[in-house]
C-alpha cells in the first residue's frame, strides 16, 4: 500500500516545492503523476530501474547536481538543506527513497532542467509526455494516464 494522493501532496509535494519557491497545481499534478506512475504512490519501491517513489535512478541524480546543482550554489545550499546530516555523505542516492522531500526537490529540478514548459494541471496527456521524456523513455504515455487514475483517481486501469 502506498501513501494516499492527498496526503501526497499535502505533506510532502506542496511543502517541498513551497521551500523551493516552485508552487504551482500543476507542478503539484505532474509530481503526483510521476510517483503513481514510477512506484505506485511508494506501494512498489523495490526495484532496480530507481531510487524511491520517483524512481530516479542514480545517473540522473549526480547529473543532475554535476551539471545543474553545482553551477547554482543557492540552488544546491537549499537542496541539500533537506538531505540528512550524515547519510547523505555516506549513501547519497539512498537519500532518494528514504528521504521524500528531498526526492521530490529532485525529481522537480530534473522536470526544470529538462525545460518544457508545465502543462495545466488537469492535462493529463502532456504531463504524460513530460514523465516520458524525462523518467521513462521507453514506456507509453497512456500508462501514466492509467496510473493518475488507478492512484489519484482511484478508478480501475483502462489499459
Not at 64 to 85: E, F, H, M, T
Not at 107 to 113: D, F, G, P, S, V
Amino acid at each position: 500500500m502506498g501513501i494516499a494522493a492527498s496526503d501526497l501532496n499535502q505533506q510532502i509535494i506542496r511543502p517541498t516545492l513551497l521551500y523551493l519557491n516552485r508552487q504551482s497545481t500543476a507542478a503539484e499534478a505532474l509530481l503526483l503523476g510521476v510517483a503513481a506512475c514510477q512506484s505506485s504512490l511508494g506501494a512498489a519501491l523495490d526495484n532496480h530501474s530507481g531510487f524511491g517513489l520517483y524512481r530516479i535512478t542514480q545517473s540522473h541524480h549526480q547529473h543532475l547536481w554535476d551539471d545543474r546543482l553545482a553551477a547554482n550554489p543557492d540552488l544546491a545550499s537549499l537542496v541539500r538543506g533537506l538531505a540528512s546530516q550524515h547519510a547523505f555523505l555516506g549513501a547519497p542516492h539512498l537519500e532518494l527513497t528514504v528521504n521524500l522531500r528531498y526526492a521530490t526537490a529532485i525529481a522537480w529540478l530534473l522536470i526544470e532542467h529538462h525545460g518544457q514548459e508545465l502543462p495545466a494541471a488537469d492535462d493529463l496527456g502532456a504531463q504524460a509526455l513530460i514523465w516520458q521524456a524525462v523518467f521513462a523513455p521507453y514506456r507509453k504515455p497512456n500508462e501514466f494516464v492509467c496510473a493518475w487514475q488507478r492512484c489519484i483517481l482511484g478508478l480501475a486501469s483502462t489499459a
